[in-house]
């Protein structure tokens, strides 16, 4: 967001592991957070500011530090959990929440399929 109600879609170089506490994903799905909101309605300052700090992806590779993720894992990155400051550690349970949830859901079309092909 360049200025209130100016977004724009830029290319930006690939993402490097600058620190070791830092962590690459390949994004699934990401959208605006309320909080976007406030700079886009020009409530708030926006100067060059980036949106979207809520996403689902893949973990694609993590710096020597990283020790709650693993590429190859999916993950799920809050806007409430970085409220909280409490970090990587909540994306482990949001996974493993997210999994049982998606698993449920899944068992419950299935039953509701298999009903009505008989």
């Given amino acids: 967001m360049y200025s209130p ?12 592991i600058l620190e070791s506490t830092d962590a ?14 406030w700079p886009y309605r020009g409530i708030e300052p926006a100067d060059h500011q980036v949106m979207g700090h809520e996403y689902v ?4 590779e993590v710096g020597s ?3 709650d993720v ?11 959990a970085i409220l909280l400051g409490l970090g990587w550690a909540i ?5 493993v929440a997210l999994q049982a949830y998606i698993f449920m859901m899944l ?8 009903h009505e092909s008989h």
């Fill in 5 to 16: 109600g100016d977004v724009r879609v830029v290319n930006r170089e690939d993402p490097k």
């Fill in 107 to 114: 068992t419950i079309v299935y039953i509701s399929m298999a």
């Fill in 24 to 37: 690459i994903i390949t994004l699934s799905a990401t959208c605006i957070c309320g909080s976007d909101l």
């Fill in 57 to 60: 992806g893949i973990v694609e």
């Fill in 91 to 95: 994306f482990h349970i949001l996974i």
């Fill in 65 to 67: 530090e990283v020790r």
């Fill in 70 to 80: 693993k590429p190859g894992q999916f993950v799920v990155g809050s806007f409430f």
